[in-house]
């Protein structure tokens, strides 16, 4: 990278989000953590910071459009113009259909998919007048369908479609847009599903393994990579794709 640029990560305090955050400073961008605590992000940014790098703390609701559009200020003013931004932030409300809420769905919908087109929105008149840009959203496999989850699957696939229009709308810009499909990842988020299904943690991911060509569950880093190969310079004819960091292929 020629010069220092500035990353906004979401959902970043943790797992990996925060993996991603700490990737991305090594690679030499300034980076925004942000995440619905402000304070919960202050560890990876002394991480960050520790390491010789330059992050920021940054308290959001990414569904909320009045929040965005003063996060996406306030970095750009302290940090400089953000020119690459990861769309990690997510939650789960994970039931099968028929005892599935409104709620359940309204919130899985307004965090993955308000949020990414709110902090897209954002971000990309940053990008545009920059003639560079690097947006990366966070799909899963389980936008292939997941049993227990037809609100995550429906918003990861959404994800999918909304990437390949950035892709079509901001190319000319000097802006590409990838979407990273993750399979099983060791985080809070998997552990949280593990007990939804009464499993003992380290039984599920041996479970999982035994499914997953590479024999091992993922982690944090592995989908960090990925992204650090997104937002690199010379990435710049990689756009509109959907890669799967599975451990093996996806149909």
């Not at 305090?13 to 402000?38: P, Q």
């Not at 990876?44 to 996060?71: H, M, Q, R, W």
């Not at 949020?115 to 389980?142: C, D, H, I, P």
Request: hydrophobic share 45%; glycine share 10%; net charge negative.
């Amino acid at each position: 990278m020629t010069e220092a640029r500035t990353a906004i990560v979401t959902g970043a305090a943790r797992g990996i989000g925060a993996a991603v955050a700490e990737r991305l400073a090594s690679d030499g961008f300034k980076v925004a953590v942000v995440d619905l605590d402000e304070a919960a992000c202050q560890n990876v940014v002394d991480k960050i910071k520790e390491s010789g790098g330059e992050a920021l703390a940054v308290g959001c609701d990414v569904s909320n459009e009045e929040a965005v559009n003063a996060a996406v200020e306030r970095i750009a003013s302290e940090l400089g113009a953000p020119t690459g931004l990861i769309n990690n932030a997510g939650v789960l409300r994970d039931n099968l259909l028929f005892k599935m809420s409104a709620d359940d769905w309204d919130t899985v919908m307004n965090v993955h998919l308000r949020g990414s087109f709110l902090m897209t929105r954002a971000t990309q008149k940053y990008m545009t007048e920059a003639k560079f840009g690097r947006v990366v959203n966070l799909s899963s496999t389980s936008a292939l369908g997941n049993r227990g989850q037809a609100n995550y699957a429906a918003a990861k696939a959404g994800l999918q479609g909304f990437t390949k229009t950035l892709a079509i709308e901001l190319g000319k810009f000097g802006i590409t847009a990838n979407a990273i499909a993750p399979g099983f990842i060791v985080t809070d988020m998997t552990a949280a599903t593990a007990e939804r299904v009464g499993m003992d943690f380290d039984e599920f991911q041996k479970a999982a393994a035994t499914q997953i060509p590479v024999a091992r569950v993922g982690r944090p880093d592995d989908i960090a990579a990925a992204a650090s190969f997104f937002c690199r310079e010379d990435a710049g004819f990689v756009s509109g794709q959907v890669l799967y960091v599975a451990g093996g292929p996806k149909d």
